[in-house]
């Protein structure tokens, strides 16, 4: 993820995670305040060109202010210098600290206080809007971080106990939220939609790992997911 600040031919990009679903136009991210260097400081006419830049992301909370920033969208200035910087401080990290942390937390580390907040409603988790529906307007959703397991493209999308505990009782509003996904899926590969959610499927040339081809619904293993989840997450 640390590459992308070395697209040096751009002013201003937006980076979006593999697994965020664009269902409407995106393009009021670029309208984020977003610099490649940190303004210079009145106090420190020195500190010219040697502050970290600012980058534009949503809250990883909607609730908690000190909770950070979700690392899945961010809307940045690329810079070679930037990249440099936060090679230097990965790379002088210990092994023991790179396994425990993730990128999103390296990024959180490397930005604290140092990014502007884009309104959470635009990228939003897609968690967030199965749970608390009533409480947003999906009309200004730009894209659903569909973080987390099941996917909607996994076949156990539908499968209650796939999902991380306290998520599985809602099936039913994950099966309805999912489906958008799949309409855009077959009308993207100019397919009819089956009208039998059950018989939804990837091709095989979209599904390389051959998940599809090898599930068994009422295998065993049919929650097996290599996902481990802690309760509340």
Same mark, same amino acid.
């Given at each position: 993820?640390?590459? #992308?600040? =070395?697209?040096?031919? $751009?002013? @201003? /990009?937006?980076?979006?995670?593999?697994?965020?679903?664009?269902?409407?136009?995106?393009?009021?991210?670029?309208?984020?305040?977003?610099?490649?260097?940190?303004?210079?400081?009145?106090?420190?006419?020195?500190?010219?060109?040697?502050?970290?830049?600012?980058?534009?992301?949503?809250?990883?909370?909607?609730?908690?202010?000190?909770?950070?920033?979700?690392?899945?969208?961010?809307?940045? #200035?690329? =810079?070679?210098?930037? $990249?440099? @910087? /936060?090679?230097?401080?990965?790379?002088?990290?210990?092994?023991?600290?790179?396994?425990?942390?993730?990128?999103?937390?390296?990024?959180?580390?490397?930005?604290?206080?140092?990014?502007?907040?884009?309104?959470?409603?635009?990228?939003?988790?897609?968690?967030?809007?199965?749970?608390?529906?009533?409480?947003?307007?999906?009309?200004?959703?730009?894209?659903?971080?569909?973080?987390?397991?099941?996917?909607?493209?996994?076949?156990?999308?539908?499968?209650?106990?796939?999902?991380?505990?306290?998520?599985?009782?809602?099936?039913?509003?994950?099966?309805?939220?999912?489906?958008?996904?799949?309409?855009?899926?077959?009308?993207?590969?100019?397919?009819?939609?089956?009208?039998?959610?059950?018989?939804?499927?990837?091709?095989?040339?979209?599904?390389?790992?051959?998940?599809?081809?090898?599930?068994?619904?009422?295998?065993?293993?049919?929650?097996?997911?290599?996902?481990?989840?802690?309760?509340?997450?």
């Amino acid at each position: 993820k640390m590459f #992308v600040w =070395r697209f040096t031919e $751009y002013d @201003k /990009l937006v980076h979006l995670d593999g697994d965020i679903f664009l269902r409407n136009n995106p393009d009021a991210l670029f309208c984020s305040p977003v610099i490649g260097y940190a303004p210079q400081s009145r106090d420190s006419p020195a500190s010219v060109g040697t502050g970290l830049p600012l980058i534009g992301v949503t809250p990883r909370s909607s609730q908690d202010a000190k909770a950070g920033f979700n690392a899945g969208m961010f809307v940045y #200035v690329p =810079r070679e210098e930037t $990249y440099l @910087k /936060l090679m230097a401080r990965f790379l002088a990290q210990s092994e023991k600290e790179m396994l425990a942390n993730s990128e999103q937390d390296f990024l959180n580390a490397f930005f604290k206080s140092r990014y502007t907040v884009v309104p959470i409603d635009l990228i939003m988790k897609h968690r967030r809007i199965v749970k608390e529906k009533a409480l947003w307007d999906e009309n200004r959703i730009a894209g659903y971080h569909m973080n987390g397991h099941p996917k909607p493209w996994s076949p156990l999308w539908r499968t209650a106990c796939a999902y991380p505990d306290e998520h599985g009782q809602f099936i039913k509003q994950y099966v309805a939220f999912f489906t958008e996904w799949w309409i855009n899926y077959y009308h993207f590969i100019g397919e009819e939609r089956p009208a039998d959610v059950s018989t939804f499927h990837l091709r095989p040339e979209h599904d390389p790992s051959g998940k599809w081809a090898s599930y068994d619904p009422k295998g065993a293993n049919k929650c097996d997911t290599g996902y481990t989840s802690k309760k509340g997450e």
